[in-house]
């Protein structure tokens, strides 16, 4: 399969999704960071009063960012790699963020599930 004529569009659309995907990353490292405190806060804003998350939340957070991290870097990679081809690579980035989407709500189930004072507070709302 030979190197096809460049998409203009597709290839602006690809790097202006990895571009949100690197500015993402980059401004939520300090919340992935002091992931706990973060989503205290949160529950605090949201009107459910404090709860301490403990380390599991501090690990999700690690978690979270290391593969927040992989999944730009594949999907930067991967993209390139089909715009020099001069293919599709729009998808590439919408896929990395789904997986993204996927990975975050299993790691904050785990979160929710291995601090007890969340799920009373959500069982007596």
């Known amino acids: 399969i030979g190197v096809r004529p460049p998409r203009p569009a597709n290839n602006l659309i690809t790097v202006l999704l990895i571009l949100v995907g690197i500015w993402n990353t980059a401004t939520s490292v300090p919340s992935y960071l002091d992931l706990g405190p973060a989503l205290t806060q949160g529950l605090e804003l949201a009107g459910y009063g404090s709860v301490e998350f403990g380390a599991a939340a501090h690990t999700a957070g690690i978690v979270l960012l290391v593969i927040s991290c992989v999944l730009l870097l594949a999907a930067a990679a991967g993209s390139l790699q089909l715009m020099r081809m001069g293919r ?16 975050s709500l299993i790691v904050m189930t785990v979160v929710v599930a291995n601090t007890p004072a969340v799920a009373d507070l959500l069982h007596n709302q």
């Open 88 to 103: 599709r690579s729009i998808w590439v980035p919408v896929v990395a963020a789904a997986l993204y989407l996927i990975a």
